[in-house]
């Protein structure tokens, strides 16, 4: 299942003003991009590389979404407040203990090998 995650749920992890100012913030006459958007399609597609060859609760895949995105259209903006950087490392650690298979209640599909995703740096090639 992939993880979705629309701007109104964003909402509860960021404050008006970050939005507002996300929104606005380095955007010049004529242009389109969206900050909000582009962040919460870049934290949907982390979610979902991690949650790769698992069957992970949507409601769970939105809060790491939710958490990612949030911290990341903080960070753009200046300085994420405490709750969003704690909040973000949670978010990573508890990705990578999914990866890891520390979950015991969250199930893998059935007949999935590889695809996880792979810890560490490139091993060099002579």
């Not at 870049?42 to 939105?62: F, H, M, N, R, S």
């Not at 990341?72 to 950087?85: E, F, H, I, M, S």
């Not at 599909?109 to 995703?117: F, Q």
């Amino acid at each position: 299942m992939s993880a979705t995650l629309t701007v109104p749920q964003l909402k509860s992890a960021l404050t008006n003003d970050q939005i507002v100012k996300a929104r606005t913030t380095g955007i010049g006459e004529g242009e389109t991009i969206d900050v909000v958007a582009e962040e919460i399609t870049a934290a949907c597609a982390k979610v979902d590389t991690y949650c790769a060859g698992y069957v992970v609760p949507e409601g769970l895949t939105t809060g790491w979404a939710r958490e990612l995105a949030a911290h990341n259209v903080a960070k753009r903006l200046g300085t994420p407040t405490p709750d969003q950087v704690r909040t973000f490392e949670r978010t990573n650690t508890e990705l990578e203990d999914l990866r890891d298979g520390k979950f015991p209640n969250i199930a893998k599909v059935a007949g999935a090998t590889a695809g996880k995703v792979i810890s560490g740096s490139r091993p060099k090639v002579l």
